[in-house]
């Protein structure tokens, strides 16, 4: 099952030039946009680069293919069955992660140097965590959605995946908005590390700990009020953003079942709903701005857990869990980026979530490459 729906060459100053393929929501000029459904199949093709994919081709990206994802970008698991399921390339038992699926497996697999991908609801951190590479959700609004679906949008965010924090931060050179590559590859070694207490496999739990040890910052343990409300308000939010953009294809009978379940229990968040998340996005922001005044990032799991299995998946087994500690994040907008860890007694990579002040992107990526050159000394 491969990890892109189309393969082709665009861009790139010749065989040096570094690859990276493309999430299917988000336009490459001549090709059709189909968020992987079949509802979308035979769109008109993209009159235009979306602005990231002009910027990545501006810089000298080579664009290999577009990704495979889950349905309407709609979904954790990556499951999808009209265009196939992308393979875990930690293990082939394990579903791959949502909804950028394609993306991060084409790069745990080496198919390309890296890849872009979507975050409205933990959409590059949890594949990232999942298939065992780094995914960064940068600052809302950091990297420009033009030529992105859904169009609108409050909480997604566009980023790159990649195995190295040099090409993340390549990547990231390319495509956001004045981000600055000498301070996201310089010197983190002062950086207060705030370590939330989240609920978490003890296990992967432990493993951040040692991470953040290894590293040699200046940390303390903290709790994080209100991660389990912003939760749910990010639910709400992504609800009624997601049935704006796409239920109308409900109606066409071309979705997976799943999705159409999901949509049509969309329809149904209320403008009550919508108006008690948004006050949840302001308190839970205020919350993380007050510990990020006493520290310079927060640390935790990317998820709680590892991935279940295709078969659980298929036989029901919930997955609203796996995003209960990056969603958050797209609630409130904060940078954040997730690490492949070693765990004890497995070969599985479980992710390091790092989280840093809006705007301070460049930090964030600047820890992350501490952690990553640490981890392997």
């Known amino acids: 099952m491969s990890a892109l729906l189309e393969s082709f060459s665009l861009g790139g100053n010749g065989a040096d030039s570094p690859t990276i393929v493309i999430k299917d929501s988000i336009d490459i000029k001549g090709y059709r946009t189909t968020a992987a459904s079949r509802a979308l199949a035979d769109v008109a093709p993209a009159p235009s680069h979306a602005l990231v994919v002009q910027n990545l081709l ?126 996201a590859e310089g010197s983190a070694a002062s950086a207060r590390v705030g370590i939330v207490q989240a609920e978490a496999r003890k296990e992967i739990s432990d493993a951040v700990d040692l991470a953040v040890r290894q590293a040699d910052f200046t940390s303390a343990l903290l709790e994080l009020p209100g991660l389990a409300q912003a939760f749910a308000a990010g639910l709400a939010i992504i609800n009624r953003e997601t049935y704006s953009a796409f239920g109308q294809l409900v109606e066409t009978g071309q979705l997976q079942a799943d999705l159409e379940a999901r949509l049509r229990a969309a329809a149904n968040t209320t403008d009550e709903d919508v108006a008690n998340a948004e006050r949840v996005r302001k308190h839970f922001n205020d919350d993380v701005d007050r510990a990020l005044a006493q520290f310079d990032v927060l640390v935790m799991p990317t ?15 919930s997955v609203i869990a796996m995003s209960s500690l990056i969603r958050p994040f797209n609630l409130s907008g904060h940078p954040a980026l997730s690490l492949p860890v070693p765990v004890h007694g497995t070969a599985l990579k479980a992710g390091l979530q790092i989280v840093g002040r809006h705007g301070a992107d460049e930090l964030v990526c600047a820890v992350a490459s501490r952690i990553e050159a640490a981890l392997n000394t």
């Not at 857990?305 to 998946?313: G, K, N, S, V």
């Open 58 to 183: 501006d810089h000298g990206w080579r664009i290999v293919g577009k990704a495979n994802m889950h349905e309407l970008a709609f979904g954790m698991t990556g499951i999808n069955d009209y265009t196939g399921t992308p393979l875990n390339p930690q293990d082939a038992s394990r579903i791959p992660g949502g909804s950028s699926s394609g993306s991060a497996a084409a790069v745990g697999a080496g198919i390309a140097d890296a890849a872009i991908g979507t975050d409205t609801g933990g959409s590059i951190r949890g594949p990232a965590a999942c298939c065992g590479v780094i995914g960064f959700k940068p600052t809302f609004g950091r990297v420009s959605r033009s030529g992105a679906a859904p169009a609108i949008s409050t909480l997604d965010c566009v980023g790159p995946f990649a195995r190295d924090m040099r090409t993340i931060t390549l990547a990231m050179s390319a495509i956001g908005d004045r981000f600055d590559r000498t301070i």
């Open 303 to 317: 998820l709680p857990d590892f991935p279940i299995t295709l078969e659980q998946a298929r036989n029901g087994t």
